[in-house]
C-alpha cells in the first residue's frame, strides 16, 4: 500500500476487561477518562478527524484501549454500525480493534464480520503461562494459539502484540513468544516492552523492588532483535514502543522501564549500524579511508545515518573515514561506493539477517 495511512482512534478504556492486568492503566495511557462510549462519540470522533485529513489518505478507524470484543454485544453493534456508515460511503477504508485472546469465539467473529471489522489485533503480550499468571492477564498461551487460528479461519487481517520484559519473562522467554508468534503467521505485529505506568500494580511491585525493568539499552537490543525476527519471515511490525503522548512520556505517568520518544528510530537505527559495521569491515581499507557514498532510497537515510547521525559518527570513528555521504536510489537494494567505484550492495532484508546472525550467540539463540 503506497498511500499514506491514517488511523482515527476510538479509545474505549478498560471496556470489556474482565481483570485488571498489572501492567495497564489505559485511562492514563489513551489520556481518555470518560467512560461513556457509544455511537454519537464514535461519530463525533471521526467528524472531527476527517476535516483535517487529505483526500487520497487511506483512513481506517480503530477502536484501541480495551478488549473490544468483549464488551456488551449491544454496544459492539452501536459502535460498529457507526464506523459503518462511514465505510459505506467510502469516507474510509478498514475498521479494526484490538482485543483479548479469550475474547475470541466463533460467535464473535461472526458479528464482528456482519458489522465490518477488518482487522483484529491480539494482546498475546506473551506466549509464556507463567508470564501470563504473573501479569494478571487471564488468559493462557493456548487461547492465544487457538484465537489465532479462527480470525485467520474467518478471513480477518491478524495483528499480534507483544510485551517483551514482563514480571518473570527473561529474553529466552520473549524471543520463543516472537518465535511461536511468527509460527501463527500475524499480518502485522506491535512490539511494546513493558513500562512501569503510575497506578497500576506493576508500579507498587516496581517500587517493593519484586521487579525490574528492562533497561533502555537491553530493550533497544532486544527490540531489534525481535523485530528483525519478523521482518525476514515477511510480517510487518507497524509499531515499537508506546507512542508519545501528553501523558505517556517520561514526566508525567512512566516512573521506569525503557521509554523514549524515538524508541522505533533507536532500534532501527541500532540494525543499519550493524549492517553497515559488516559490511565496512569486509571491505579494503584503503578503498574508504578517503570517505563513502551510500546510495540508498530515502526512507532508509535517517535509520542508516542515525538519530543526530550517531551511526556516521561511530562508523567514521570506527574505521577512520574522513566522510560519509548519502544519495538518493529508487530501489531498495543499498550500495556502498569509494573512489568512485561501487564496493558492496545488500538488500533490506539482508540488513535484518545480518543482524540476527552478529547477536545470535549473545541472545542465545
Do not use: W
Amino acid at each position: 500500500m503506497n498511500k499514506k495511512v491514517k488511523i482515527i482512534p476510538i479509545f474505549v478504556p478498560h471496556a470489556g476487561c474482565p481483570n485488571k492486568c498489572v501492567f495497564c492503566n489505559q485511562r492514563r495511557i489513551t489520556g481518555r477518562k470518560d467512560d461513556k462510549i457509544d455511537g454519537v462519540y464514535v461519530r463525533n470522533r471521526v467528524e472531527k478527524y476527517i476535516k483535517t485529513i487529505d483526500k487520497d489518505t487511506y483512513v481506517e478507524v480503530a477502536f484501541f484501549g480495551g478488549s473490544f470484543t468483549a464488551i456488551d454485544p449491544q454496544i459492539q453493534k452501536d459502535l460498529l454500525m457507526a464506523a459503518r456508515l462511514y465505510k459505506d460511503s467510502g469516507i474510509i477504508k478498514r475498521i479494526r480493534c484490538s482485543t483479548r485472546p479469550d475474547a475470541i469465539n466463533e460467535e464473535i467473529l461472526r458479528l464482528q464480520k456482519e458489522y465490518g471489522m477488518d482487522i483484529i489485533e491480539l494482546g498475546i503480550q506473551s506466549l509464556d503461562d507463567d508470564v501470563l499468571i504473573k501479569s494478571n492477564r487471564g488468559h493462557n498461551k493456548s487461547q492465544s494459539l487457538s484465537a489465532s487460528r479462527l480470525i485467520k479461519e474467518h478471513g480477518f487481517i491478524l495483528g499480534h502484540q507483544i510485551m517483551p520484559g514482563l514480571p518473570g519473562s527473561t529474553r529466552e522467554k520473549d524471543l520463543k513468544t516472537c518465535l511461536e508468534s511468527i509460527e501463527m503467521k500475524p499480518d502485522m505485529v506491535r512490539i511494546y516492552p513493558t513500562l512501569v505506568i503510575k497506578d497500576t500494580d506493576l508500579y507498587d511491585m516496581y517500587l517493593e523492588g519484586s521487579y525490574k525493568p528492562l533497561t533502555l539499552e537491553e530493550a533497544i537490543e532486544l527490540s531489534a532483535y525481535i523485530y528483525s525476527l519478523y521482518r525476514i519471515n515477511d510480517i510487518n511490525v507497524i509499531r515499537i514502543g508506546l507512542q508519545n503522548t501528553e501523558s505517556v512520556n517520561e514526566n508525567e505517568d512512566v516512573i521506569a522501564g525503557p521509554f523514549h520518544p524515538a524508541f522505533r528510530q533507536l532500534v532501527e537505527d541500532r540494525i543499519f549500524l550493524f549492517a553497515l559495521k559488516s559490511q565496512l569491515s569486509k571491505l579494503n581499507m584503503e578503498d574508504i579511508l578517503e570517505g563513502i557514498v551510500i546510495h540508498a532510497p530515502q526512507e532508509l537515510m535517517s535509520n542508516l545515518a542515525g538519530q543526530k547521525r550517531n551511526n556516521v559518527n561511530k562508523l567514521k570513528e570506527i574505521f577512520s573515514i574522513k566522510d560519509i555521504s548519502f544519495k538518493m536510489k529508487n530501489n531498495d537494494i543499498i550500495d556502498i561506493y569509494g573512489k568512485n567505484k561501487k564496493l558492496c550492495s545488500f538488500s533490506n532484508k539482508d540488513v535484518f539477517q545480518n543482524y540476527l546472525t552478529m547477536q545470535s550467540e549473545d541472545l542465545c539463540i
